[in-house]
């Protein structure tokens, strides 16, 4: 099975199906640190990085913006001293698509 980072993205709108709460469970088993949470009724994961001061957590913030602009999906970036926290959901379809779970995966690869 592939792994969830090297899937393909699938951003053709007539594909676009919103995750089944058993479909984002069994995904977010495989990632792990990764929460779901519901902001203004919006389903998004999210995980919190640990870096050791602010310039790491601009270079780790530098990163994920680079991947978000080659795919066109972009996340929400909260950068602090020592954390960078990023969310993840589709705007569009106002919740979770299985996108979202492939970017988190490759956050996990620019992390490492
Ligand atoms: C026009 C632009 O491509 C769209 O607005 C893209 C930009 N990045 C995006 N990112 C996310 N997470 N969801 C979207 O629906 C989305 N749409």
Same mark, same amino acid.
Do not use: C
């Given at each position: 099975?592939?792994?969830?980072?090297?899937?393909?993205?699938?951003?053709? *709108?007539? #594909?676009?199906? @919103?995750?089944?709460?058993?479909? &984002?469970? $069994? %995904?977010? /088993?495989?990632?792990?640190?990764?929460?779901?949470?519901?902001?203004?009724?919006?389903?998004?994961?999210?995980?919190?990085?640990?870096?050791? *001061?602010? #310039?790491?957590? @601009?270079?780790?913030?530098?990163? &994920?913006? $680079? %991947?978000? /602009?080659?795919?066109?999906?972009?996340?929400?970036?909260?950068?602090?001293?020592?954390?960078?926290?990023?969310?993840?959901?589709?705007?569009?379809?106002?919740?979770?698509?299985?996108?979202?779970?492939?970017?988190?995966?490759?956050?996990?690869?620019?992390?490492?």
């Amino acid at each position: 099975m592939l792994a969830l980072a090297d899937e393909p993205l699938n951003m053709s *709108d007539a #594909a676009a199906v @919103l995750l089944t709460q058993e479909q &984002i469970d $069994e %995904l977010l /088993e495989r990632l792990p640190g990764w929460t779901l949470r519901q902001v203004d009724g919006i389903p998004r994961i999210e995980k919190t990085y640990k870096l050791k *001061d602010f #310039a790491q957590a @601009l270079a780790l913030t530098n990163r &994920i913006g $680079e %991947l978000a /602009e080659q795919t066109g999906h972009h996340p929400a970036l909260l950068t602090e001293w020592g954390k960078v926290t990023v969310s993840w959901w589709t705007h569009f379809l106002g919740g979770l698509h299985r996108n979202d779970l492939i970017m988190a995966a490759r956050t996990e690869q620019l992390a490492d």
